[in-house]
Each structure stands twice: as C-alpha cells, then as structure tokens.
C-alpha cells in the first residue's frame, strides 16, 4: 500500500483522538467492548465502565498489551453517586473526560399487557435515565475544567420505527434521542456537542445465533441491503461525532441501518 501523502493525512488528522480521555458505559460486551477499541486505536485514553469491574478489567489489559492506554472503573449509571465515584478516580488518572459514549442498555422483551412496574422501570432507567445522569455529570465537569467535549448516546432505530414486545425500548430510545436535542441546545454555549446514533441490526455475540435462525434470515430480507451491519461499520461514525471531524455536528441522530427504516411498509 503507498503511503498516504500529506493532503490524505492532513484531511484523517481530526479524525484523531490523540490523548483525549474518551468514556464507554456498558465496556464489557457487545457495541461498547469494540468501541473502547476503536477510541483506542484512535488514539484515545480509554475508560471502560460497568457495573461489575471484573467484566472489564480484561478488556482494559487487552487494550494496554495492545499499546493504548485504558482503566477500568466500576459504575452503576443509574446512581448519581457511582457516576462521580467513577469520574473521581478517571480524574485522578487520566484527567477530565472530554468525549463520552453512553453505550449501556437493556431490553426485557415482554408484552406490555405483561409487562410489570419493575420491567418497565428497568428499562427506562438504563437506556434513558442513566444516559442523562451519565451526560449531566461528565459535562458539568467538563464546564468547570474549561474543556470542549463530545457526547456520543447510542440509541436504535426503534427510536424511528416499532417493534412488538419492546415497547418500554422503544420509548426510552426514542426519549434518548430528544434529549440528544435537548441537551445539545443547552450545551453547545459551553462548546460540548451531543449526538446519537441509531443502528439497527448488527452481528453480536447475542445476535449471531438468532440471525442466523428462520426468523432472523427473514428479518434481513426485509432489510434493503439484505443483511445485518458489522460492528465495525459503526467506527467511523463514532469517530465522525466524537472527534473534533465532527466539530459543527450537534443535536443529530444518525442511523446506520441498511436502509432498514426504508423498507416497504
């Protein structure tokens, strides 16, 4: 391959992440454990964080045996008080977070003439709750530290489109992505941008034996494309929206998708 002359590398420059400290919720499987390493391979400071710390710490050595830098933090998103105990300990290693990926989510597919209190409650609090205890948290210290940011909310195309039996997903995606909005408005005076990203169906370690079932083929038939997407064709935007390539982009939803939320009805 020849090397990239320096219009090519001039025009990938932004893309770069070089020192910055970048946030991924919900780090031990799945969109946020392959975030944590494109962010790295960025150039990012990685901090990867969970519920339970032993779910993570692997994933934080494979990206230090790898040449990048990354801790581990323990975090409940939906506790206020975790969220600032994780951040204390980020600060005392790595410095403010300035770009943040609220990854973490959960789905209880149930139907809502079935669905309990506690399911519901559930649900909402992850995707949606947590994400915003997550961003207020991280921006207002970004504010006092003077640092321009990134929030990156991982929502669904559920936010635009429906889907029986996961109706308490759906409302909660669909609220991450108006708050996407909302938040941006209000932070954009203090140079933090906030976006989202809506993808549809991808191969996971969840997903590869349902999609590769009756059902899942004819779900992928549906989609114009005519397949589920790769996690890594969600890298570069990720890297679009968190990095300063993306410097004039706030309040935006993009989904990533095949096409999907196209189809016929």
Known sequence: MPELDSRALDLLQPFLLTDKVALVTGASSGFG???????SAAGAKVVLAARRLELIEAARDEIIASGGEAMAVAMDITDSASIARALDAVETQFGTVTIVVNNAGISMPRPLLEMDDDAWNQVVATNLSGAAYVTRETASRMVAAGAKGSVVNIASILAVRVQSFLTSYAAAKAGLVQFTKNAA????????????????YFATDITRAWLASEEGQALQERIPQRRVG??????????LLASDAGSHMTGASIVIDGGHVLSEL
């Open 33 to 39: 454990r392959e975030f944590a390493d494109a962010l």
């Open 185 to 200: 408005l209000e932070l954009a005076q203090h140079g933090i941008r906030v976006n989202a990203i809506c993808p549809g």
């Open 230 to 239: 790769d996690i890594s064709e969600l890298f570069g935007p990720l890297l």
